[in-house]
């Protein structure tokens, strides 16, 4: 097993190529990543501010993790064998970028007004959150998972972008139990990893969810496998993701979606593209990650006809 | 009870203040509406196509019902207490419009080509529609449900859109044991109902779902409340729903659907809208109806201090 | 000639074809039509606002006026032959409805706080449009010009919206000395006015542009062949107009809209649809009308090889 | 004056902080810059095609300069003085990218059918284009422009993405006369430029506009202005630019483009930034760059009381 902490390494802002490997893991291996939250460690306690001045970015990741074999045209599957909040809380808070995220128009500063600042620390115990008196559940998820972009238009990417190479998707279901298949697009895959949430909405209206430092343990398996779009697989559900970066619309992101999972039915039942699709109009499920990302998903036991 | 069916009044395309009513209803009244499929009737068996030449359009309903005593500005709540097959069958199918909802732009006629017609026919047996060989759970729920429209911008309407009156919302939830609430524009409110699925996707994303004539019975009652977008309630869930018809992104309308249920938090449950927000970042849920429509969501345990 | 005024016929703010003919016009006619302004004509000197509970809608129109020979699945073409103002001024303001349009999210409402009102009333003398001490050119336009729409998705429509039928679609080069073709639904193609402006930037940005009361002249023709979109001819340009309506992206606006130019530039130089294409992406123009309205144009000297 | 070619440095296809300067510029200074074209030169004679294999990127640039003194926070001032043709011609081609341009959705690919390979080379002579029979007139441009970007969600970029720090804008008012004002993230600025057109269409709706290789003459000055988005100023008109990257749509870029402009109206004109406003939405005008890119434009003399 490997281990590798954000202590040891510091924190990544970017995927990139351009940097050096911060660990090394084989076909098979287990590998167990330290996070920071998306704060940068900036919010722990009342009353706490991101300081923009200090660190300017957010959502810091570990990585590039060198996955050896994995080769460019190929894909990485990681499985997320389990999640630990490594300091029992978690925070949510506005933060300057909530204004742009729920209106994308500058038309608080226009209006010389601003959203309100606001932060909470919750206290993770067990199976429950705690978000002032009330009681969520503990449903821990990676938020940022993804390898060094290199595909026209999606490049070297921020931490804050989800694409083909993954990235910040914020889709849930990337929790405990879950396996993900991402693109590779340069030897050793380069994957970075990072933004653990407690528990998070669809859709991450706010701008955070409940951010958590953590321990993630991930196990890592390569395949000669090209795709054009991460795919996720959990036990009952399977899965394929796309997102609106660069001018496309959400509504494109649902039809890229239903379209490419279409056709991993096909490939995987045998099902013929058009009848997969009409299957995804008649039981295909959305999941919206945040306001760049979503997921089409289906029932596996929807597609079998032995059933 | 009062009963209205397509085949005494025929099929209405728009909805509209200017049609005579087709029934009246008491508030806490029950109403049984039979209503014909999505195709008009036109596609029973294998072999039928959709024939624009005698009906051009699409997703037929049965409306205006008047509900005495409902008045502009307030709303009207429709509890949706059964649904049920006619014919005990439902069909699926690709139509001329099917290429449009998959790409929006008119790609395929510039390229001389187009989208294969397919259609299937489903039988409904108890809690199974069949698909070909496949099995999926019946599902049923009403796919329009809206009153006549009048505000700016959504002014009468067809029975394929949906706004702030309701229409053509497709959203899953809307079956039986929920409850639709829905601004009222007219002294009647002049509801219209149709488009039952035995069982639809997120996104409805082939265009249509498995499309069947049905009796629904509905109870209706008033209410004094304005409302600025129909909400949706159900045993363990509340809703707020948004639309994107006029040129609206489904960003947005996450971002409305979102605010307006933070407000409604707000008035239910002495939440502060801004606490509303961060909950819903850390636990709400988005519903995709069709490629204009959406639904935002929370549980109702999330928001009570006392569990 | 033909003579019809709102002030015997009264404002629409739809376009329907439920209304009865306000006016008969052959083709080859003249009809000169009395138009209010967008307020209603609730803004006419300093201190007046827009009172919504007593005219709750804007842009209100003139119409329908029924043209002989029209037929469905034909067009109609207008010629605009002279815009004059008839009080010799025009306003701008904010209303309500600017917040919506500035951001589409109801963010200022959430916040408590609203966009400030302002208002100014423009003095037109000869060439020049008085905007407190700044001059503009008189430059008048028609806002808003369409037939009862039919089509699905598009149906009845508020004044407000532009589609397939026109209708608001704020496109400056609809000037005296324009052509615009629109396609017929109905008998008669019921056509609708109104909406002049003495100057409009394009998107319209604020909500209004200097909105004017005027008489407008037009000359009507009719023609057999049928339009998918609005088509706008001036002496040098060519245009085509698409529309946003309907949860279309503006990205997918402008694709349609060079589609179908170059269809356009098929149909009448022989010009192959994809040299067409590529003649468009390197001379084609786009105008935006307003935020859910643009047009594709293409200058006619760059399609002639005789040139 | 310096000179920097792209036969001496090789051809870079992301703008990036982590690539070490290729020339130096003092302010005041002269640069002159031979730039490849679009198709990195692949395109030069009939029955040429881009080869993805040997040159899987489009848009090559030359950087990045370093300009003196140039400060993160501050921006840089690039004049263009000149842009001439080095080999007397241009090429436009459909690529593979072309498909995904015109509908987004891989809706050919699903339909294992694709779009036309055309392609044609246009001889420059004079003022004139031609484009096979045509005649079209010569206003070259320069597409992309930009600084190495580094605020959060723009990062590292790809060559062909507009930003906050320019890039891939392919605005066609960035000619000779033109001055652009480029916001400073690192020191140095480390600017970026290629992607000459011949000349351009809004929108390049095609993909690709008449792409040439060219030498391109910058003047460059520094200033200490913070910039949120990129300027453009010619002699009548003043611009600002707004992008659509990362899930803005383009109505948002729109308004994003004014509500900016309007507040340089008001810090160079003193005019304030409501009535700013209502002078955009009376005389502003829209130009599109591509489908991610566009800018906001007054003419100067709209906005002088002493005219």
Chains 1, 2, 3, 4 share one sequence.
């Not at 460019?72 to 909530?98: C, H, L, M, R």
Request: glycine residues 12%; negative net charge; aromatic residues 10%.
């Amino acid at each position: 097993m490997v281990r590798v902490s954000f202590r040891d390494i510091g924190l990544r802002y970017t995927l990139s190529p351009y940097e050096k490997p911060v660990a090394y893991v084989k076909p098979g291996g287990l590998i167990v990543v330290e996070v920071e939250d998306a704060s940068s460690g900036q919010i722990r306690k009342p009353g706490d501010v991101r300081d923009r001045g200090r660190i300017p970015f957010g959502n810091p990741l570990v990585g590039p993790i060198y996955v050896e074999g994995a080769k460019p045209g190929g894909s990485v599957i990681v499985t997320i064998e389990d999640i630990k909040p490594t300091i029992g809380q978690g925070a949510i808070y506005f933060s300057d970028f909530t204004e742009r995220y729920l209106t994308e128009v500058p038309i608080l500063r226009f209006m010389r007004t601003a959203f309100p600042y606001r932060m909470k620390i919750c206290r993770i115990e067990g199976d429950t959150v705690f978000f002032d008196g009330l009681k969520l559940p503990y449903k821990p998820m990676v938020g940022t998972i993804g390898t060094a972009p290199y595909l026209e238009v999606e490049s070297v990417s921020s931490s804050l972008l989800p694409g083909r190479h993954g990235g910040n998707m914020d889709i849930p279901d990337i929790c405990p139990g879950s396996r993900v298949s991402l693109p590779v697009f340069y030897e050793g895959a380069l994957l970075y990893v990072g933004d653990v949430h407690a528990i998070q909405g669809d859709g991450e209206i706010s701008g955070t969810a409940i951010e958590m430092p953590a321990e993630v343990a991930l196990r890592i398996d390569i395949s000669e496998q090209g795709l054009r779009w991460p795919r996720i697989e959990s036990g009952e559900e399977m899965m394929c993701i796309a997102t609106t970066g660069s001018g496309r619309s959400f509504e494109d992101a649902v039809r890229i979606a239903f379209l490419e999972l279409a056709l991993w039915i096909e490939e995987r039942y045998g099902i013929d593209r058009f009848d997969g699709l009409m299957i995804c109009s008649i039981a295909g499920k959305i999941r919206v990650g945040n306001l760049w990302s979503l997921a089409a998903k289906i029932e596996k036991r929807y597609l079998d006809r032995s059933l």
